[in-house]
């Protein structure tokens, strides 16, 4: 049983990020009421949110009374891969994630519609990752098919992260089947046998140099360093115990931010060890930090910390201090909704991966909105 404030919460969150996957979390909390579901769809007509928030306060709550749960909400959203909706409840609800239920961990039949918006902002994401004289590599890699899915894969690809080589490889972070896989500019798969000793499964990819690349783990505290060539592991580096560490490399500086502590560290990087040089906090930021997913360090030192719970881009100096916040309503800012990505140019202007408003946002270097497409 959970508090009515708790649920509440919890309905506002499902209703601001998942309400359009409200008709599968319906069909999963209570599968005999299609005649509600319809009557809902027909009172709020091109409505989504208003359907998503009466389905679940008229209808589930109603019917499940002191019974209803935010855990009950959670399990839901973890079966239909609704992940980061799930993650955020359990965060604002003060839910311990739960285990993964074996449902989760079945091969899916085809790509749900979140996995194939969550790819298509990965792939987003490597646009801006490219400089202007690499721009044939992303016209060849935008017009044509990179097939994720290998022979020896288990389960369906759930891309994590992209990252791109100057040669125009393509290493990506496969979490489902627990590896980091490596294709060429046409899209053939680079590597012999992709990387499986990964002992977790593998979230953020980053160019440490032309021969290798860094890879952070789920609930762990050591960055793998594989070979470019052949994706073989040379070395563990330690670093702060993260539950979500996401991570970016720029020169010998390496940032690692957690979702889950909220925190983002900044290391130096010496003989592939690191050395941590500053912490920043959530109460450090404009507005605190809730969620920090994708981190960024531009050519000029500044650090962009992308939070998709406050729909916020916050800029920092290596030292920790703020410097600048786009979103969050601020005047004169495009409001982001469910952004994911975030990255800079030869330039330093800033790009924003804004999924739900399915556009790239750019900014001057100094946090001003240019234009988006």
């Known amino acids: 049983m959970s508090s009515d404030i708790d ?15 409200w008709e599968d979390i319906a ?15 027909q009172e709020y007509r091109d409505n989504l949110r208003q359907q998503c928030y009466n389905y679940l306060t008229r209808v589930w709550w109603e019917e499940q009374g002191d019974e209803a749960s935010v855990q009950e909400l959670c399990r839901v959203l973890g079966e239909l891969r609704l992940n980061r909706t799930k993650s955020l409840v359990e965060k604002v609800c003060n839910i311990s994630p739960a285990k993964i239920s074996k449902e989760e961990l079945e091969p899916q039949s085809s790509l749900t519609q979140e996995e194939v918006t969550h790819l298509s902002d990965r792939i987003r994401t490597l646009e801006t990752k490219l400089s202007e004289k ?5 016209k060849r890699l935008v017009y044509s098919t990179i097939n994720l899915k290998l022979p020896s894969d288990t389960k369906n690809p759930w891309i994590e992260d992209i990252a791109v080589d100057e040669a125009g490889d393509v290493f990506v972070t496969d979490h489902d089947n627990n590896c980091v896989k490596c294709f060429d500019d046409k899209g053939q798969n680079k590597w012999i046998t992709h990387s499986r000793n990964l002992n977790k499964p593998p979230h953020n990819v980053s160019l440490v140099n032309k021969k290798f690349i860094a890879v952070t783990k789920e609930s762990s505290n050591f960055l793998d360093i594989l070979r470019t060539n052949d994706g073989v592991k040379v070395k563990e580096v330690e670093h702060e115990p993260c539950l979500q560490p996401c991570l970016t490399i720029r020169s010998d500086t390496v940032v690692i931010s957690d979702a889950f502590t909220r925190k983002v560290h900044i290391y130096k990087m010496f003989n592939y060890n690191l050395t941590k040089v500053h912490t920043i906090s959530p109460l450090m930021a404009k507005p605190p930090i809730w969620l920090p997913h994708h981190v960024h360090v531009t050519s000029d030192q500044k650090l ?13 100096t290596l030292q920790g201090d703020h410097i600048f916040t786009y979103g969050a309503s601020k005047q004169g800012c ?21 999924n739900m408003n399915h556009s790239v946002i750019l900014l001057t270097p100094d946090g001003q909105f240019v234009k988006y497409r």
């Not at 649920?7 to 996957?21: G, T």
């Not at 909704?337 to 790009?351: K, M």
Request: aromatic residues 8%; proline residues 3%.
């Open 7 to 21: 649920l509440e919460k919890a309905f506002d969150i499902i209703c601001d990020k998942s309400c359009d996957r």
């Open 27 to 41: 069909q999963k909390l209570s599968p005999g009421n299609q005649t509600r579901i319809a009557s809902l769809k």
């Open 134 to 138: 690499d721009n044939t590599i992303v």
């Open 304 to 316: 962009l910390v992308s939070d998709w719970a406050t729909e916020t881009v916050q800029a920092f």
């Open 334 to 354: 495009r409001q982001l909704n469910y952004l994911y990505g975030v990255c800079s140019d030869p330039a330093n202007n800033i790009l924003i991966a804004d």
